[in-house]
Structures are given as structure tokens and as C-alpha cells.
């Protein structure tokens, strides 16, 4: 297949008007990968924006001659099979970003992505922009309340999107929990088993309702998890992860190295916030835990009396331990220690302890 950048100004040379060329050009973005408003092109040639926008139509009508389409049609089958991979809809820029190997070689793609040299990569996808309008086989849907803007090859799609989408929504709700992609995947296999993994990904990643967090995790958009709003809920989704107590300077490093963002977390906000909030418990020295996990707030002989006041019973010295361990993160004789207090524990003949009354 020809390059279709060559391709795209091949055919914008056949446009005989000079104006009529500009506004092409600068309507796509076909010369540095910026889109401009019919306002801004309006302005600059002294005419309304109704003008621009008949002037638009002319120039595209001129390059639908068959002469023209016939050169794109490589374009459009490569397009088009990448459509139904993905369930006939998928979200513009993705899409996009998917095609690009179409005008570069995937190395260079990579080179040009780590030295930040994008707007050649914004070039191209201004190419398929361009392209794509002129094809009467797709239709890109601007951006709604629950979809970014998309292109799609079937209206029918949409529906499938939208009933595919609500559908794993109301699931994740059920499970109160952020889902990994094959458990996404797993669950959508159930319920629209018709449906290729491809499809399912790429009707969640147009979706506004549903997002994936930096750590893979699919969940609502509103979710803590998923849209942290500092540094509490960024611990949080790091403890969660981690799935076992976590230093508070292991809590921030894995913060900016996992959560970044323009402000840094520092060990002492991240400590203080903690300590404020009810989904984390202190179990040990600076050690934080999720509260969801069954460890309890307080010291040591605190949990004691709660264990004792919840069983109503007299219990031996190794049902304590095992018990509070379970809650708190501290050695054996710390607890032994303090069951030697007499003004809170009472130790029977037999040897187990009590509250003293």
C-alpha cells in the first residue's frame, strides 16, 4: 500500500482553487496534524463561517470523483477490517493510534513516540481523518454523555456498545470491586458470549463510564480507584494492590512511582492523611492496612478488650495471640506484655484471661 501521507497530498493537488485547498488542508490538519475551526479560517479570509463550511463541502465533493476513491480504496479495506475486529466501533483516537504502522514502520513509530517527536504521528492521524470523511462506509459520532467521540462502520454498533457497556456496569456495581482485564473479559464472555474479546475492549474504551486506572484495573469512572482524588485515595488503590500492610514511605514511593501526577507526595502528607482517614488502620510501627481487611483501630490492649468483650468468655493465652495478630501487625511478646496488666486483665486459675472487673 502507498504511503498515505503521499496518498493525501497527491489527491489535495488535484483541487484546483488555492483557497479551497487551504481550507482542506487546515479543516484536516493535513499540514502539521491541527484541526482549525471554520471561526478561525473565517477570520483570516475576511467571510462567515457558512462560507468556509460551503467552501469545505466543494473541495470534498471535488476529490469524491472515482479517480480519486480508487487510490484510497487500500485505505479503506485496511480500515475496514480493523472495524470489525473491534465490533464495528471504536474510539477515534485509538483508532488512529492503531493505524498508524500504516504510514511508518512500527520502529520508527516507537523512536518517534520516545523522543516526543509527535507531530508527525499527528500528521498521519490527520490523514486518516481526512480519509475516512471521504469514505461513505464510516461515520465518526461526536462525543456524548456516555462515549468519546468514535467512528464506526454499522450504526448498529452503537446499540451493541451502549447494552454491552450498561451491562458491565451493572456488574462491577454488583461486585463492588475493580475488575483485571481478564476478569473484564470473563465476565463479558458470559454475558454476550457473541461478542470477540477485541470487540469488548474497544466498546469499553470508548465508554465514559467505565475506565482503567494505572495499574490495569477496570472499574466506574467515579470510583475512588479508578479517578483518585489525592493523596488518600492513591493510598488506597497502592495498599489495595499491594493486598497486605504497607509502610507509610513504601505508600508514597509507590505513589509517585505508579500514581504520578504534577505534585509529588511527600512521606509526612501521606502519614497524616492516613491517620485522618477510616479506610486505613494503623497495625504496626508507620505500617497501614485497609480497614475492609479486618484489622481494627487502636493499641494493642485495646483490641484485647475488644476480643475479649466480642467471645464473653475467658480465653487462654494462645487464642489471644492468634487473634490479635490477625488484626495487628506486632511481635508475640508485645501482646504478652500487655496482657500482663492488671488494671485491665485478670488471669485465671486455669490460666486464661479475663477483663477485670
Known amino acids: 500500500m502507498q504511503n498515505i501521507l503521499n496518498l493525501v497530498n497527491e489527491a489535495i493537488q488535484i483541487i484546483p482553487n488555492s483557497r479551497t485547498k487551504e481550507v482542506i488542508v487546515r479543516r484536516f490538519g493535513l499540514k502539521d496534524g491541527k484541526r482549525h475551526t471554520l471561526e478561525a479560517i473565517g477570520n483570516d479570509h475576511g467571510i462567515t463561517r457558512e462560507r468556509v463550511r460551503q467552501i469545505e463541502e466543494g473541495g470534498l465533493a471535488t476529490l469524491k470523483q472515482a479517480k480519486i476513491m480508487d487510490k484510497f480504496q487500500p485505505v479503506f479495506k485496511t480500515v475496514e477490517n480493523h472495524m470489525k475486529e473491534h465490533g464495528e466501533l471504536k474510539k477515534e483516537h485509538k483508532l488512529y493510534d492503531d493505524l498508524t504502522y500504516v504510514c511508518f514502520p512500527v520502529k520508527e513509530i516507537e523512536r518517534m513516540k520516545k523522543e516526543g517527536d509527535l507531530s508527525v504521528l499527528d500528521k498521519c492521524h490527520s490523514a486518516f481523518y481526512f480519509i475516512m470523511s471521504l469514505g461513505n462506509k464510516f461515520e465518526r459520532l461526536p462525543e456524548s454523555d456516555q462515549f468519546y467521540s468514535v467512528w464506526t462502520s454499522s450504526k448498529n454498533s452503537v446499540k451493541t456498545a451502549k447494552k454491552t457497556v450498561d451491562s458491565l456496569a451493572k456488574h462491577m456495581e454488583g461486585k463492588k470491586q475493580v475488575l483485571s482485564k481478564e476478569e473484564l473479559l470473563s465476565a463479558a464472555k458470559v454475558l454476550f458470549p457473541e461478542l470477540s474479546p477485541k470487540a469488548v475492549h474497544s466498546y469499553v474504551d470508548a465508554s465514559k463510564n467505565i475506565e482503567q486506572n494505572h495499574l490495569g484495573h477496570f472499574g466506574l469512572v467515579h470510583w475512588p480507584e479508578i479517578s483518585p482524588r489525592g493523596v488518600k485515595d492513591k493510598a488506597y488503590i497502592v495498599l489495595k494492590n499491594a493486598g497486605k500492610p504497607l509502610h507509610f514511605s513504601e505508600v508514597t514511593a509507590e505513589i509517585n512511582k505508579v500514581l504520578p501526577s504534577g505534585r509529588q507526595a511527600y512521606m509526612q502528607t501521606v502519614h497524616n492523611e492516613l491517620i485522618k482517614d477510616k479506610r486505613f488502620v494503623l497495625v504496626g510501627r508507620g505500617l497501614y492496612a485497609l480497614a475492609e ?53 485478670s488471669r485465671t486459675d486455669s490460666g486464661t484471661y479475663l477483663l477485670k472487673k
Open 293 to 345: 481487611w479486618g484489622y481494627e483501630p487502636g493499641t494493642v490492649a485495646q483490641t484485647i478488650v475488644q476480643l475479649l468483650k466480642k467471645e464473653n468468655r475467658p480465653l487462654s493465652k494462645e487464642e489471644i495471640v492468634k487473634n490479635v495478630l490477625a488484626k495487628r501487625l506486632v511481635k508475640e511478646n508485645t501482646i504478652l506484655i500487655n496482657l500482663q496488666n492488671r488494671k485491665i486483665f
